[in-house]
């Protein structure tokens, strides 16, 4: 492995280093709030419409995978945290041409997402508002939120805090409230039993691998607290902290709430699709204005997310920046933020809102076919620099593995199993085989040009 401790020395010494910011009461409701993303409210009813009620199964195996991945990154970032997360990893693990193509591929997937969740966003409002144009809204939100991102870490934090509570607080009452009508004890409702059941597989295999592939990138967006414990009162604290309670946080939200929505609503209903699963679970028991109020939830679900994308976007560039993998611009730090970063990040969202806009029908679906596997590329590299890194330490600094991975190496291995198996499922299926190849074409490219600075590197 190329030796590169010289080369990110001088970098760090030259970019201005971060601010440790953030208060543990951030870190805990980012951890918790960031379970619950924007792809569990909006996403789910397609997989639901699809897998019926094995849709639970669906979310339980990729729960189970997004756990695996959850306490592998939090064996090495609890070890070394960073705010290039994973590709700080990969970097230490395969050398730089790992932490440039991990690195950059995840940097265009969140400002990307940036930009579909203004568009999101945008839509409930007007949805309010009707005659306002959708644009403008968008821009709104983008300019409060890099407005946000520009100033200190702590105005990111406060923002995380109060929409991960709205968050927790909605969907902790959600649960409740279905719990009490599955058992017959809420007023005005009866116990459906087992009725809406029906089939567990009504659409057979294919409908449950359809459901597993939209479930596992309901997931997206949890590696954003490791970026943020780097900023952290006590980063080591907070990394271990938030992987400790990642199991019973996904339970508890994701499965839990598959688990209740299927039992409520017959799966095959049209407003699971059209209103979205919650609306139709709260319709189902005749709460008033329940639309309303879960539009509400939803468009804070977008705002956050947008939020924690434009954070974990400027933070990664920084880190790249650090190592030597980005123009040195990007990494200038004033106030504590690295505010060029923040404002190419938001810059590139825009041209995402700008171009669905204005080339809907080629450019913008390429861009969006470009980022559909991205996440998996992370999590694959997360696997492979864990299995090296992990050996390492033992070695080298065993008493920095406050986090341990479980069973190690065999789970992890597993893991690895379980992202291959998605990447041949993706390959099978019309929908997300494009998106297969446009992610490997990105990041075949991205791989040739970090080895290729890599060579450059070490021979100057």
């Known amino acids: 492995m190329p030796n590169t401790a010289k080369a990110e020395t001088s970098h760090e ?22 379970v ?8 789910s009813g397609a997989g639901i419409a699809a897998a019926g009620p094995s849709i639970v199964l669906a979310y339980t195996v990729s729960g189970l995978l997004v756990m695996l991945v959850m306490r592998m990154l939090g064996e090495m970032s609890a070890a070394h945290p960073s705010s290039g997360s994973f590709s700080a990893h990969a970097e230490r693990a395969f050398g730089p041409w790992a932490g440039f193509t991990v690195g950059w591929a995840f940097w265009v997937l969140l400002c990307t997402a940036v930009g579909l969740e203004g568009i999101g966003a945008a839509k409930i409002v007007t949805g309010w508002l009707p005659g306002t144009p959708e644009w403008a809204w968008v821009a709104l939100f983008m300019l409060l939120f890099c407005g946000a991102n520009l ?20 969907i ?13 004890v809420l007023p005005g409702t009866d116990a459906p039993g087992t009725s809406n059941l029906g089939s567990l597989l009504p659409h057979g295999s294919e409908g449950l691998v359809v459901g597993l592939l939209a479930s596992v990138f309901s997931y997206g967006g949890l590696e954003t607290v490791t970026i943020a414990a780097a900023e952290s009162e006590d980063p080591v604290k907070g990394v271990a902290s938030a992987v400790r309670t990642a199991m019973w946080r996904i339970a508890l939200f994701y499965i839990g709430s ?69 123009p040195r611009a990007l990494g200038r730090v004033s106030g504590g933020a690295p505010r060029v970063a923040v404002l190419a990040s938001c810059v590139f ?9 204005w080339r809907p029908d080629d450019v913008f679906p390429w861009l969006l076919n470009m980022i559909g596997a991205v996440i ?9 620099s864990q299995l090296r890194l992990r050996r390492r330490l033992e070695r080298e600094s065993p008493e ?5 991975m479980w069973a190690f190496p065999v789970l992890t291995w597993v893991a690895l199993a379980g992202m291959l198996a998605i990447l041949v499922l993706m390959a099978r299926e019309p929908g997300t085989r494009v998106q297969l190849y446009w992610s490997g074409g990105m990041t075949a490219f991205l791989a040739a040009v970090g080895y290729a600075w890599q060579r450059k590197r070490s021979t100057t």
Request: aromatic share 10%; proline share 3%.
């Open 13 to 34: 010494d030259a970019v201005a280093p971060l601010t440790h910011g953030l208060k543990q009461r951030h870190l805990s409701m980012i951890a918790l709030g960031g």
């Open 36 to 43: 619950i993303g924007a792809g569990l409210f909006v996403g």
């Open 151 to 170: 100033a200190a870490v702590k105005n990111f934090g406060e923002f995380e805090f109060w929409f991960a509570a709205l968050k927790v607080g909605a």
């Open 172 to 184: 902790t009452l959600f649960l409740l409230l279905g719990v009490l009508a599955i058992v017959g």
């Open 258 to 326: 598959m688990a209740v929505i299927v039992t409520l609503v017959p799966w095959d209903s049209a407003a699971v699709v059209e209103k979205g699963p919650y609306v139709a679970a709260l319709d189902h028991l005749g709460i008033p204005g329940a639309g309303q109020v879960m539009n509400v939830v939803v468009l804070v679900a977008l705002l956050s997310a947008m939020n924690a994308n434009i954070y974990g976007a400027s933070r990664m560039v920084h880190s790249l920046v650090e190592r030597g993998h980005a």
């Open 349 to 357: 969202g825009f041209v995402c809102v700008v171009l669905s806009y």
């Open 376 to 384: 998996l590329v992370a999590w694959i590299f997360i696997a492979l």
């Open 400 to 404: 920095k593995l406050v986090v341990r």
